[in-house]
C-alpha cells in the first residue's frame, strides 16, 4: 500500500507540474501593479514593483520623464489631474510592452480608480484588444489540446509496430503469472510508461527552456539536422537498416527489474520497453517533440502525455481482461506493411524542416511546386504500395487495406490542383508559402518596411504589416484561411500590404539578416515577438488599432480592418 501510495503521489505531481509550473509561450507577464490613495486635494500614485523587475517611466503627463525605478514609485497630483502615465518595465531575460495607464478622482468611488490603458497611439485599450486577447489565449489552449491528440494518435500508430505489438502478450502474460496481483501491476505498469514519456517532456522544457524551444521549430541549422534524422528513419522504416540501442542497455534494465521488487521493478521494465521499442518508437517522438516546440513551453509535456497515454492503454487493458489476449492478431508481414506506411509518411513530413531552411537561408532548392510534387508521390506510394499484393492477403486485411488505400490516393489526387499554384489548405502548415507577391493582396506589396512605408507616405493610403516566419505553422493556416478569402482580399485592396519574414536569414546590405531587422522593428516599434502579428497604420505609420493575432475566422479579420 505505501508503494501504491508513493507511485500516485509521484504521478499526480508530475501532471500537477506539468500544468501549473510550467509558463506558457503566451504568458501575460504584469510585474508592476499601480494603486492610488485619495489625499483630499490630491491624489498620490504608486507603483510596487515585482523583484526582479525595474520599471522605465517614459512619459509623465505631456512630459518625457525616462527614469528607472526597481522598488517602487509614487508621486502627488492634484485631485482634478487627468495625468496619463507611459511606461513598461523589464528584468534581465525580457521586456513588457509600454503601457498607459491613466487615472481621476471622479470616478463614482471613494478612492482613487486606476483606469488601466494600453497606447495606440492616442487610443486607449479596447473591447477589440480584450477580444484578441481572449482569442490569443484560446488558440494557445487549442493548439495544446491539438498536440495532445497528436500524441494520442502517434501512440496508437507505436502500438502497432513490429517493436510493441508482440511486447504486449508477454509482458501482460509476465504480471498476470507473477503474482496474484497480476492486473493491478500491469496497470501500474501501464501508468510507469506514462510517468517516463511525461518526464521525458519535461526533460526537454527545463533542458531547453522557452526560447530554445522556439528556435527549434525557426533554426534553420536545426531544422535542416532535423530533416536529415527523419529521412534516416524513413529509410530505417522502408527496411534498408535497423536502428537500435545497445542490448547490453535493455539487458541490463531487464536483469535489474527482475531481481528488484515493488514499483521500482515495474518502473525498471517500463524502461526496458521504452528503450527496446525505440528504433519503432524514435521517429514518431521525435516528430511529435519538433511540433510540439514551435507552440509553447507546455507543449512537449502534453504531447508526451498523449503519446504515452495511448502506448500504455492495451497494457492495461489487456492485463485486466486477459481472455482479449487470445484475440489479438498474431505478428506477421502486415506490420512489415505499417511500417512502410510510416515510412512515406516520415518522408513526407521532413520536408516540412527542409522547406524551413531552405526559405529562410533563399537557397531555392525546395519549392512550393517540387515541396507538394513530393507529397503526392509519398501518398500514391502509399496507396500503390498496399494494392500490389492486395489479392494475396486476408478478406480482412484486403478491407483494412481499403480504407488507407483510398483516402491516400484521393489525398494525392487532391493535391495536384497545388503544382499549378492552389492554395490545398489541407497542407498550409506544412507546405511553402503561396508567393504573395502576386496574389492580389493589398494595391501594393512589400517585403521591405522602408519601401512600404515611404509608397504609403507618398500614396496617402493606410499600412496593413504582417510579421510572419517561415517557420511558422500557424502563418500559414491563417494566409489559407484568411488572407486567401476574396472578401478579405477586396478590404485589403484599400492598404499598402507589407509582409515581414522575421527569420529570414538572408544577409541585407547593412550586414544583418533580413529576419533581424524585421524581428527588430516588431519588438522595439510594436512591443511584440509573436508570431502571426498583424499591424494597421495610417499613412504616417501610427497605430490605428490593436494588432491582431492568429484567427482562422475571415469575418473577424475583415471586421477588425478600419477602412
Not at 24 to 47: C, F, K, N, Y
Not at 280 to 298: D, K, M, N
Request: hydrophobic share 50%; charged share 15%; aromatic share 12%.
Amino acid at each position: 500500500m505505501q508503494i501504491k501510495r508513493n507511485f500516485y503521489i509521484l504521478f499526480l505531481f508530475l501532471l500537477t507540474c506539468g500544468t501549473y509550473c510550467l509558463p506558457l509561450h503566451a504568458e501575460i507577464v504584469q510585474p508592476v501593479e499601480w494603486s492610488g490613495e485619495d489625499l483630499g486635494d490630491s491624489v498620490r500614485l504608486t507603483a510596487r514593483i515585482d523583484k526582479g523587475w525595474h520599471m522605465t517611466i517614459i512619459e509623465f503627463g505631456d512630459r518625457e520623464f525616462d527614469q528607472e525605478f526597481s522598488d517602487s514609485f509614487s508621486i502627488t497630483v492634484a485631485a482634478n489631474e487627468l495625468v496619463p502615465i507611459r511606461f513598461n518595465a523589464c528584468d534581465d531575460k525580457r521586456c513588457t510592452a509600454p503601457e498607459v495607464w491613466e487615472w481621476e478622482a471622479d470616478c463614482g468611488c471613494e478612492t482613487v480608480c486606476p483606469l488601466p490603458t494600453a497606447s495606440v497611439g492616442n487610443a486607449a485599450i479596447s473591447k477589440e484588444q480584450i477580444q484578441n486577447s481572449n482569442s490569443k489565449i484560446q488558440n494557445d489552449t487549442h493548439s495544446l489540446w491539438i498536440i495532445f491528440l497528436l500524441g494520442l494518435l502517434g501512440g496508437l500508430l507505436a502500438i502497432f509496430t513490429p517493436c510493441v505489438w508482440p511486447i504486449i502478450p508477454m509482458t501482460v502474460s509476465f504480471f498476470l503469472k507473477r503474482t496474484d496481483q497480476g492486473a493491478r501491476n500491469a496497470i501500474l505498469y501501464g501508468l510507469s510508461i506514462v510517468i517516463l514519456y511525461v518526464g521525458l517532456g519535461l526533460l526537454v522544457t527545463v533542458l531547453f527552456g522557452a526560447s530554445a524551444l522556439n528556435e527549434l521549430s525557426t533554426n534553420a541549422v536545426v531544422n535542416i539536422i532535423f530533416f536529415l534524422i527523419l529521412v534516416i528513419f524513413a529509410l530505417s522504416f522502408f527496411g534498408l537498416f535497423e536502428i537500435t540501442l545497445p542490448d547490453n542497455w535493455s539487458t541490463a534494465l531487464d536483469n535489474k527489474a527482475r531481481n528488484t521488487g515493488g514499483f521500482l521493478s515495474i518502473l525498471l521494465m517500463a524502461f526496458t520497453l521504452v528503450i527496446v521499442s525505440f528504433s519503432c518508437t524514435g521517429p514518431i517522438i521525435g516528430t511529435l517533440l519538433v511540433e510540439a516546440a514551435g507552440h509553447s513551453l507546455l507543449a512537449p509535456t502534453m504531447g508526451m502525455l498523449g503519446f504515452a497515454i495511448a502506448l500504455a492503454l492495451p497494457f492495461s487493458l489487456f492485463a485486466m481482461f486477459p481472455q482479449w489476449l487470445k484475440q489479438m492478431p498474431k505478428s506477421g508481414d502486415w506490420m512489415t506493411s505499417f511500417k512502410v506506411v510510416l515510412a512515406f509518411l516520415e518522408l513526407a513530413l521532413s520536408l516540412k524542416f527542409l522547406s524551413v531552411a531552405d526559405m529562410a537561408y533563399g537557397w531555392g532548392i525546395l519549392p512550393r511546386w517540387l515541396f507538394i510534387a513530393i507529397w503526392i508521390a509519398c501518398f500514391l506510394g502509399i496507396g500503390i504500395y498496399l494494392i500490389w499484393d492486395i489479392w494475396s492477403v486476408s478478406t480482412p486485411r484486403k478491407i483494412i487495406r481499403a480504407i488507407v488505400i483510398i483516402p491516400s490516393l484521393a489525398f494525392a489526387f487532391y493535391l495536384v490542383p497545388g503544382l499549378r499554384g492552389a492554395p490545398v489548405k489541407a497542407i498550409s502548415a506544412f507546405a511553402p508559402p503561396v508567393d504573395r507577391r502576386d496574389s492580389g493582396l493589398g494595391n501594393s506589396f512589400f517585403n521591405d518596411y522602408d519601401k512600404g512605408m515611404a509608397y504609403a507616405r507618398k500614396t496617402g493610403n493606410p499600412v496593413i504589416i504582417d510579421f510572419t516566419g517561415y517557420g511558422c505553422v500557424n502563418c500559414r493556416k491563417m494566409e489559407a484561411y484568411v488572407l486567401d478569402n476574396d472578401s478579405v482580399k477586396e478590404r485589403l485592396k484599400n492598404y499598402v500590404f507589407i509582409e515581414l519574414f522575421v527569420d529570414d536569414r538572408q544577409v541585407a546590405g547593412d550586414g544583418q539578416t533580413i529576419g533581424d531587422t524585421n524581428s527588430r522593428i516588431q519588438r522595439e516599434q510594436f512591443g511584440s515577438n509573436a508570431q502571426p502579428y498583424f499591424v494597421q497604420l495610417d499613412p504616417q505609420g501610427k497605430m490605428t488599432a490593436e494588432p491582431m493575432a492568429f484567427t482562422t475566422d475571415p469575418m473577424a479579420f475583415i471586421q477588425w480592418l478600419k477602412y
